[in-house]
C-alpha cells in the first residue's frame, strides 16, 4: 500500500481547508517544497499535491511551485484545475508523474477517454462525495450523480487509478468512512486511492487491512493528521510495507 501525503496549495503557500471551505482555511507553511523534503526525508516517495486556486478557479495557477516539488526526485500526483488537454500535457511537462481530473471527468466521458488513449495509466479521476453524490468545482457544487455510478463508467472507460474522498470526513480528524470505501472497492477493478478523515495512527492501520482484503486499494491520502503530528509520517510507510 502506498502512503500519499498531501500538500494542499493556496497562494503559493501549504495549506488545508476543512471540508474544502475557502474560509475554512489553515496555513502550515509558507513554502510547500519545504514541506514536500520533510516527506521524502520520512521516506514517502509519493506526494499528492492539489492545486486550490486551481480546483476554485478553473486553471492551474501554482505550477511553478509544483515543478519545483517534483525537482526534488519526488513522484507528483497533482489535482486541481487541470480541466482541459492543454493543462494536463503542461502538469505533465512539469514533473507531474500523475494527473487527477475532477470537474471535468464528471462533465465528459469523451474528455476523460481522450486522455487515457494519449496518457494511459498518468490520468487519475478524482470522484469527491458528499452523502454519496459527486461533488465538483472544488466541492462548491454537489451534482446528481451517484459516486458509485460514475466510478463505474470511469472504470469502464479504462481509467486504471480512481481517488475516492469522502467529503464529509475530510480535513475532519474524525476517521475514514470505511463502508463507503469498501462499496467503491467493490465497484470497480481499478485501483483505488483512499482520501479523507486519516486522524490517528489506527486509521492508517484499519486501511491497511482493508487493502490486505482488496487488492485494488492502492493506497491512501493523508494530509491534516500529518501537519497536527496525529500521525508520524515515518510509522504510517512502516504500517504500509507490511
Not at 8 to 24: E, N, P, S
Not at 116 to 126: N, S
Not at 189 to 203: E, L, N, P, W
Not at 204 to 212: C, E, G, H, P
Amino acid at each position: 500500500m502506498t502512503i500519499y501525503p498531501a500538500i494542499d496549495i493556496k497562494g503559493g503557500r501549504c495549506v488545508r481547508l476543512t471540508q474544502g471551505r475557502a474560509d475554512q482555511e489553515t496555513v502550515y507553511a509558507e513554502n510547500p517544497v519545504d514541506v514536500a523534503v520533510q516527506f521524502k526525508q520520512a521516506g514517502a516517495q509519493w506526494v499528492h499535491v492539489v492545486d486550490l486556486d486551481g480546483a476554485f478557479s478553473g486553471e492551474s495557477t501554482n505550477l511553478s511551485v509544483v515543478r519545483a516539488i517534483a525537482a526534488q526526485g519526488m513522484k507528483v500526483e497533482l489535482g486541481g484545475g487541470l480541466r482541459t488537454r492543454l493543462a494536463v500535457e503542461r502538469a505533465l511537462g512539469i514533473g507531474a508523474s500523475r494527473v487527477v481530473i475532477g470537474t471535468r471527468a464528471a462533465e465528459s466521458e469523451e474528455f476523460v477517454s481522450e486522455l487515457v488513449r494519449l496518457f494511459g495509466d498518468r490520468i487519475a479521476v478524482g470522484i469527491d462525495a458528499k452523502n454519496g453524490q459527486v461533488a465538483v468545482k472544488g466541492w462548491v457544487d454537489t451534482t446528481k450523480t451517484s459516486a458509485l455510478a460514475m466510478a463505474q463508467r470511469m472504470d469502464e472507460l479504462g481509467v486504471q487509478t480512481l481517488i475516492y474522498t469522502d467529503i464529509s470526513t475530510d480535513g475532519m480528524l474524525t476517521g475514514p468512512n470505511i463502508p463507503a470505501q469498501e462499496a467503491m472497492l467493490a465497484t470497480v477493478k481499478c485501483r483505488v486511492i483512499a482520501s479523507g478523515g486519516v486522524s490517528q495512527q489506527s486509521d492508517v492501520d484499519t486501511i491497511n487491512a482493508l487493502a490486505k482484503k482488496h487488492a485494488n486499494l492502492d493506497g491512501v491520502i493523508i494530509g491534516k493528521a500529518i501537519y497536527e503530528k496525529r500521525v508520524d509520517l515515518v510509522q504510517a510507510l512502516k504500517t504500509a510495507a507490511t
